[in-house]
Structures are given as structure tokens and as C-alpha cells.
């Protein structure tokens, strides 16, 4: 028969082999001991949510909602998305579990997969994962602060490098009412000069316009009036708060009155982390404030602030991760006793005999091991004796007892030395050797 065809992962996807594996199982376990210890609870929602989440909670006018979303048809004609972001699902599970009738705020995180139907490139992928963390039911600043604290703790720890903190404070939406208008005035005023996108977006979301790399629309958002110049008395404490309380933390950042962020749910803080290191695809995580987000989703009104920060960016951006070596205390080999025989001449049944034998062995002395506590790992690749040591040796194994029927070799890979023992005391050697006993 031909060989048949070969299957890629689709454009976007990746898959995650070894090493990489590693170094990810140590940014979650970063992630957990940092935001368990500040009182967040793991949570996991469903890959698929109804259409309308996203639609209702990111907003129609955002690029998720518009390009990026992946949806299917249920069989009933009901419209599923591939979840796009873990804002909209955190605070549908918060309405749907009545978890405002918890003790407030209510801390949750994540690290989880997304998906966005995005031009693939370095660092930007259709399916990616991002740790995020929700605190919903506080208006309190320190609320704010926390967050970004512990983003910068989880960032530090992983070592990204070039690393900025950009904050600004987008105001509550009564004050961002007035300020709107008169954004729209100005883009309306200078429409000529705008990208087509910009324009297009003067009614739904003119704020957007910052985000803008157009250079015409650069030189029109230069003289724009700032959202910063017009926060309520209210909104600019609360951002004097949240500032102070970063100060006392000692987290750098710089106010950028032209941050808005993407999707259309925050109010008051934003903030943005970025890496230099990265190029173009800068973003390292962010996040902000979502006061209406509760309410919109049909919960009652509740207030809400997180973040979400990419895992494959913070690896891209992070210093080489220490390689951690996981050496295994023992590595059960099969010895040449069916290969011996095999020369003797004996008949073939004999043979086979004699290897499920040492098989069997070597299982039970693996499954006693584990028992006792040790890591151990058995021959399964049919290697030769001499195989099987340099097999061995490339696990980083501590012993290797090489098993025939009865007796077995226990060698020290450490020290060197080789005895023959009885096999049903193997455990008992190694741990004696281990100083575990
Ligand atoms: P956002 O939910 O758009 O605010 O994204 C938060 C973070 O997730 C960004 O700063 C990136 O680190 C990461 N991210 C967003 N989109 C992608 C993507 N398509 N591929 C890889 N990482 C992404």
C-alpha cells in the first residue's frame, strides 16, 4: 500500500512537545502558587459558549466580535463560538452559579485555550492559551492594584525581560458620555484624514481610533482631546488611589492617556503590559476594570476587575527557563538471559518463555517501586543490554537493576559499583541506597 498522505495541525495551531511542556507546567505552577496564595480559586469553563456571550459581553463593535470569533451551528440552529477571550465566561459561570451571594469580591483564575481566527504570525496564533484572573463584587482600588501587582509578580518570576507597565483610566461610562461627543466632534471634524476603518467606527466605538496605526490617523488622535481630562471627580480618585497603591507596591508603570484596549467592557483602570523583546506583537497581558460587564450579562450590577496575559508571549519574552533535569531513581532493565539462550540453541518457545519471564519481574519490582515512592521506569523499547544502560544513563537513573529470573544486578549509576541480589529485595536495596529507609 502507498504511503498515505501526511496530516499538518491548521494554520495558527501548534503542538506542544517536551521541553516546551516543561517550561509551561512551570509558568502554571507559578501562576497557581502566586494567585492561590492571594485567595483566587481555579476555575474552568466550557471551550464552546453561546454566540450571544460574546456578542453581548466583548461587544459588537470590537475585532473579536467582528473577524475573529470561530462559530459553529449547533444541531438545533443554535449559533456556538469557540470561547475568544475568559472575561465574558468567568462572569457568565459568576451569574449562572449565583456567586454573588458569596463572600465579595470573588477571585478566579484561569489558564486556559482561546481561539481567534487571526493572521498568523511570531507570537500571534488561532489557538493560544492565556492565565487570567477575575475579582468580582469590589469597587475598591486596592482591587485594581492587587491585580496588577500580582501580574507583575507572576511576569517578574518568569523572568520577561524589557518589560513596561502602561495604566490609564478609561472613567465609568457616565463620564465618558460627554467625553465621547466630543471625539466624535474632533474625528468628524478631521474625517478626510482618517483610515477607513477609523471612520467607519466614528458612531459605535470612536475610542478606537487610538489604536489606530494609520499614520493619518496618528496625526489627527495627536490633538485629541483625552479621556484622562475628562474623568469624573470620582473616577480620577479612584485612579489616584489605584496609582498610589502601585506606588506603595514599588510597580513601575507609566500613564498612557491614549490605552484603551480592545473590547468595548472596561471602565475606569486599564493597564497593558508589553515586553520590547518581543517586536511587533508586543502585548505580554492586560487587562482592567469591568463594572457593567455583570449586569450586562443579566447578573446583578457588580463590579469586576482582571487581567489576562498570553503564555506563549511570556515564554517568548521570559529569560531561558532553568532546564529542569527530572532524573528517575531507578530504571528497570530485561536482561540478555533470552539472548543467551538464544546462542545455546535452545528452541524458540523456551526463549520467549524466558523473556516474558523477566518481563513479569521487572513489572513487579516497577509496580513495588512505585508503591514505595520512587520514580521508575522499565525497558519497553526491546533494546539490548547494552541499550538499555545507555537508555538509562540518558533518563538521569540513579540505579539500574538489570532482572533475570531470580537474581538480579543492581547497578549504582552514581557510584559505579554493581551487586547481585535476590530480586525480590531490589526495593528494599534502593531505597537503603537512597537513604530513604
Ligand atoms: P487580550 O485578551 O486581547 O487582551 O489579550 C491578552 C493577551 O493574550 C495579549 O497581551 C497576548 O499576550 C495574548 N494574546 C492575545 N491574542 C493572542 C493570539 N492570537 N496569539 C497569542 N497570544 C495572544
Given at each position: 500500500m502507498s504511503r498515505a498522505e501526511k496530516i499538518k495541525a491548521p494554520r495558527g495551531t501548534f503542538d506542544v512537545l517536551g521541553e516546551q511542556a516543561g517550561v509551561r507546567a512551570t509558568l502554571e505552577a507559578r501562576a497557581r502558587a502566586i494567585l492561590e496564595g492571594a485567595g483566587y480559586e481555579r476555575i474552568e469553563t466550557p471551550?464552546?459558549?453561546?454566540?450571544e456571550l460574546f456578542a453581548r459581553g466583548v461587544g459588537a463593535s470590537t475585532d473579536i466580535v467582528q473577524k475573529e470569533m470561530f462559530s459553529l451551528q449547533d444541531g438545533g440552529g443554535r449559533s456556538l463560538t469557540?470561547?475568544?477571550?475568559g472575561t465574558a465566561p468567568v462572569c457568565r459561570a459568576y451569574v449562572e452559579h449565583g456567586?454573588?451571594?458569596?463572600?465579595?469580591p470573588v477571585k478566579l483564575w484561569y489558564l486556559s485555550s482561546f481561539f481567534r481566527h487571526e493572521r498568523a504570525q511570531a507570537g500571534r496564533y488561532r489557538q493560544f492559551w492565556q492565565v487570567g484572573a477575575e475579582a468580582l463584587g469590589s469597587e475598591d482600588p486596592a482591587v485594581d492594584a492587587e491585580s496588577i501587582v500580582l501580574l507583575a509578580v507572576l511576569l517578574g518570576e518568569m523572568g520577561v525581560r524589557e518589560r513596561r507597565l502602561r495604566l490609564s483610566s478609561l472613567g465609568s461610562s457616565e463620564s465618558r458620555g460627554e467625553y465621547r461627543e466630543r471625539l466624535q466632534a474632533h474625528l468628524r471634524e478631521h474625517e478626510a484624514s482618517l483610515a477607513e476603518e477609523v471612520r467607519s467606527r466614528i458612531?459605535?466605538?470612536?475610542?478606537?481610533?487610538?489604536?489606530?496605526?494609520?499614520e493619518g490617523t496618528r496625526q489627527i488622535m495627536a490633538s485629541a482631546p483625552r479621556l484622562l481630562d475628562f474623568l469624573s471627580a470620582e473616577d480620577a480618585e479612584h485612579f489616584a488611589q489605584v496609582r498610589d497603591l502601585l506606588d506603595v507596591a514599588q510597580v513601575s508603570y507609566e500613564v498612557d492617556p491614549t490605552l484603551v484596549r480592545?473590547?468595548?467592557?472596561?471602565?475606569?483602570t486599564v493597564f497593558e503590559f508589553t515586553s520590547d523583546?518581543?517586536?511587533?506583537?508586543?502585548?505580554v497581558g492586560g487587562g482592567g476594570r469591568y463594572d457593567g460587564l455583570v449586569e450586562r450579562l443579566g447578573g446583578v450590577p457588580t463590579a469586576g476587575m482582571g487581567w489576562a496575559a498570553g503564555v506563549e508571549r511570556i515564554l517568548l519574552a521570559g529569560?531561558?527557563?532553568?532546564?529542569?533535569a527530572s532524573p528517575i531513581d531507578l530504571f528497570v532493565a530485561l536482561g540478555e538471559e533470552s539472548r543467551e539462550a538464544r546462542a545455546e540453541g535452545d528452541d524458540f518457545d523456551e526463549l520467549d518463555g524466558s523473556r516474558v519471564e523477566s518481563r513479569r519481574a521487572a513489572f513487579e519490582i516497577l509496580a513495588e517501586a512505585r508503591s514505595a515512592g520512587l520514580t521508575a521506569q522499565m525497558e519497553l523499547?526491546?533494546?539490548s543490554l547494552k541499550g538499555q544502560l545507555g537508555y538509562a544513563n540518558s533518563l538521569g537513573a540513579r540505579y539500574v537493576a538489570i532482572v533475570e529470573r531470580d537474581e538480579t544486578a543492581l547497578k549504582?549509576?552514581?557510584?559505579g559499583g554493581q551487586e547481585r541480589i535476590a530480586t525480590d529485595t531490589v526495593i528494599h536495596a534502593v531505597l537503603r541506597g537512597l537513604r530513604t529507609l
Open positions: 471551550v464552546l459558549e453561546a454566540t469557540l470561547r475568544p477571550e456567586m454573588h451571594k458569596r463572600k465579595q458612531e459605535l466605538n470612536p475610542l478606537r481610533a487610538f489604536d489606530s496605526e494609520h480592545g473590547l468595548d467592557y472596561y471602565t475606569r523583546a518581543l517586536g511587533a506583537q508586543s502585548g529569560e531561558e527557563p532553568p532546564l529542569v523499547g526491546g533494546r549504582d549509576m552514581q557510584g
